[in-house]
């Protein structure tokens, strides 16, 4: 369960305010694979970071009963200074799982060779965001926050991420966005749209995407 209480969120753009996330009240269900639609810059990285406690919104609060993933194509989640392997052992450290367990899965799956033992900040957005992705796969969440990650790579990385994806879909709910339509068809059951700062939740995925079709225009 994810719940949103008066949840608000605007940023200062060009010296006038706008509000993003606007008075949010709504809760959605607990396990539940859900495609997060919405226009370019209608805030659902801001609401993804948020639901992450990465962002503090400017009043309200999000409350969820489970455990919750850092959203898995933000930059900001590991430093740059640090290798790829010492931001895996951290984050293992932060969430209390076996340390060697999850650099072994991390190295195996993100194929980044050599680069794994180098600075972050000498990644690719690619190279990074394989990292973030194997990271967050290798750690079980009860629902897990996916940003586009699994369109990274070639054809076979794409088919690999998207299969350990679909496993950790059978034991844990998501949020995820993607441009691809066929791709939130594939992982998600259900859809929630936000526009103009409000949020919509279908159960019916199908519904959801074509409310956000009919914004789209």
Known sequence: MIRFENL?????????????????N????????????GRNGSG????MQIIAGIMRPDTGRVV????????????????GELTGAQ?????????GVDTDSLIAFVEDFAELGKHFHMPVRTYSAGM???LTFGTSMGIRFDTYLVDEVTAVGDV???????????DRMERSGAIMVSHSMP??????????????????????LEEAIKLHEGLMG
């Not at 969820?64 to 430093?79: E, Q, T, Y």
């Open 156 to 166: 076979a990385f794409k088919r690999k991420s998207q299969a350990v994806f679909r």
């Open 8 to 24: 608000s969120k605007s940023f200062w753009v060009g010296g006038e305010r706008r509000v993003v996330i606007d008075d949010l």
């Open 44 to 47: 659902k990285s801001t609401l």
């Open 26 to 37: 709504l809760t959605l269900p607990s396990g539940a694979s859900l495609a997060l639609l």
């Open 183 to 204: 791709e939130l068809r594939r992982f998600c059951d259900s859809g929630i749209v936000l526009d103009r700062g409000k949020l919509h939740y279908f159960e019916d």
């Open 87 to 95: 931001n895996v052992r951290f984050v293992a450290r932060i969430y």
């Open 64 to 79: 969820s009963d489970g455990a919750m993933s850092w959203p898995v194509a933000f930059g900001g989640s590991f430093h």
């Open 128 to 130: 990074k965001s394989r």
